[in-house]
């Protein structure tokens, strides 16, 4: 009887085992994923910023104009 607990037990163990493998997996998976993302936003926002300077000095360029204009008139 005690032979036929140390095999549950050991069937347990080694389904323990199993599952935290495919955890260890899962989380290098999603810590490659995480680096990925997080390189992703960084160039977004250096192009949010690239944007945001463009159109600053799109928008100084256009008051410029319209000052010209204003006054030609």
Do not use: G, Y
Not at 46 to 68: V, Y
Request: hydrophobic share 40%; net charge negative.
């Amino acid at each position: 009887m005690s032979l036929e607990i140390l095999e549950q037990l050991e069937t347990k163990i080694q389904s323990a085992v199993d599952t935290i493998a495919l955890l260890q997996m899962e989380v290098e998976e999603l810590k490659e994923k995480n680096t990925a993302l997080v390189q992703e936003a960084d160039a977004l926002r250096n192009n949010s910023q690239s944007m945001a300077n463009e159109q600053s000095q799109f928008d100084a360029r256009a008051r410029e104009l319209l000052s010209k204009l204003a006054s030609v008139e």
